[in-house]
């Protein structure tokens, strides 16, 4: 085997590395949407089973991962992956993860769901940081949006299996619950050992040095850094208010509205995540290395406004959803979500990068857990309010992304850190 021969072999097992560690590390994503999911496919029969007020199901949205606890997680764990290193957070927070999920699986009072969405919410929100900067620090330069878009697809294709498998169990009632939570534990565990093989992130290791002098978080609130912490915080901001909202609350209001049944309802969830892995591929992870993202982030911006606009014009119909869950989704897998991850890996130093990305993450996730409290209360006083207040959810994150959104197609992190030092 000549030099030529030895190099494309190590170029294609470096390759390999990069995709393995990028879907394990992704992974972090399906257990996250996954979580959500799975409570909001149960809260209806949590409800019924143990007579819970609508104030109780708003705790339990808001204190869970969709919200307060992972917004909590990301901003201790993102501190500590840049103080520890990214391996040693998304290895062991799988356990912890596990001790909340095994809590769920086993519940026989509200108080054990709380506490065990909470401490699931603590974990994925740990994981999230230490993920989403792994993949960005080892994807290479030129496909990096290609590499985030994988963790996206996982994030939707949680929601999927869950979906389906709370579909499939529907006659079991809170047992078909339990069994949909066993099986993100049996993940967490799974993953817990296949990550003990991961490497540490190259550039991380870098800022280890004795000779590296490494940033104080206190930048972070200066000039071009909370300028980005700003910008990203207002787009993917608005825009997971309406997202968690729709993710936890969408089956709850299709039942409440006597739209669809429990079947019906998760059916056309599962639907809806289906399409968004569609758009992931055949849109964001084809493009987003390559055009110009901000005139892309604009365009998903556009589709989603107006797909939420049918809710709150016309009467909640199974047309009127289908047709809502499409261009939701069609515009949502390219939009904002997709752009946070790729945008708060890039527009931070390597030293710092996990701690933004957790500071971002955490006021967002916080901000929703509030939010949640009020949803049930609003869906009862009609949901036509509801709907107009997420149109502009929507509206808000887009024009945030248009006028703040930046172009870093096809550059290294190094490059992009250079022209923001000026």
Not at 62 to 67: C, E, K, R, S, V
Not at 375 to 388: D, E, I, Y
Request: charged share 15%; proline share 3%.
């Amino acid at each position: 085997m000549d030099g030529k021969d030895l190099r494309m072999s190590h170029d294609t097992a470096q390759e390999k590395d990069n995709w393995r560690n990028t879907i394990l590390a992704g992974l972090a994503n399906y257990i996250d949407a996954g979580s959500i999911v799975a409570g909001a496919a149960a809260l209806a029969l949590w409800q019924q089973q143990y007579g819970l007020s609508n104030d109780f199901v708003g705790l339990i949205a808001a204190f869970g991962p969709n919200a307060i606890g992972a917004g909590v997680g990301a901003l201790i764990g993102g501190w500590l992956c840049d103080k520890l290193g990214r391996k040693r957070i998304y290895q062991w927070d799988m356990l912890v993860y596990a001790l909340g999920m095994a809590m769920l699986v086993f519940a026989v009072a509200p108080w054990m769901i709380v506490i065990g969405f909470l401490i699931v919410g603590l974990a994925v929100g740990a994981d999230i940081p230490a993920s989403w900067s792994l993949i960005a620090e080892e994807a290479p330069d030129t496909r990096r949006g290609k590499h985030s878009g994988v963790a996206q697809v996982l994030w939707y294709l949680g929601p999927v299996v869950v979906l389906l498998l709370s579909l499939a169990l529907t006659d079991l009632g809170v047992l078909g619950a339990r069994i949909v939570f066993a099986h993100l534990l049996v993940i967490a565990l799974g993953l817990m050992l296949l990550r003990r093989k991961m490497k540490e992130s190259r550039r991380w290791e870098e800022t280890q040095k004795a000779d590296v002098v490494r940033p104080p978080v206190s930048i972070l609130f200066k000039g071009r850094y909370l300028t980005a912490i700003l910008g990203l915080v207002g787009m993917y901001g608005f825009w997971n208010l309406w997202a968690g909202t729709n993710g936890f609350f969408f089956p709850y209001i299709l039942q409440t509205l006597g739209t669809a049944d429990q079947a019906g309802s998760v059916a056309i969830q599962a639907l809806s995540f289906a399409i968004g892995m569609a758009s992931i591929y055949f849109i964001f992870m084809r493009f987003a290395d390559k055009v110009n993202q901000r005139r892309l982030f604009i365009l998903s911006a556009v589709i989603q406004v107006l797909g939420m606009a049918l809710l709150a014009v016309f009467d909640l119909t199974i047309p009127v959803a289908l047709l809502y869950v499409f261009l939701l989704q069609l515009g949502g897998g390219f939009g904002a979500q997709s752009f946070f991850q790729l945008w708060s890996a890039e527009m931070f130093p390597t030293a710092l990068r996990a701690t933004a990305q957790g500071l971002c993450f955490a006021v967002v996730r916080i901000a929703l857990g509030f939010f949640s409290f009020f949803v049930p209360a609003l869906t009862a006083t009609g949901f036509t309010t509801l709907a107009w207040i997420l149109v502009g959810f929507l509206a808000m994150s887009g024009i945030i992304g248009a006028l703040w959104a930046p172009r870093n197609e096809g550059k290294s992190l190094e490059q992009i850190q250079r022209e923001r030092e000026g």
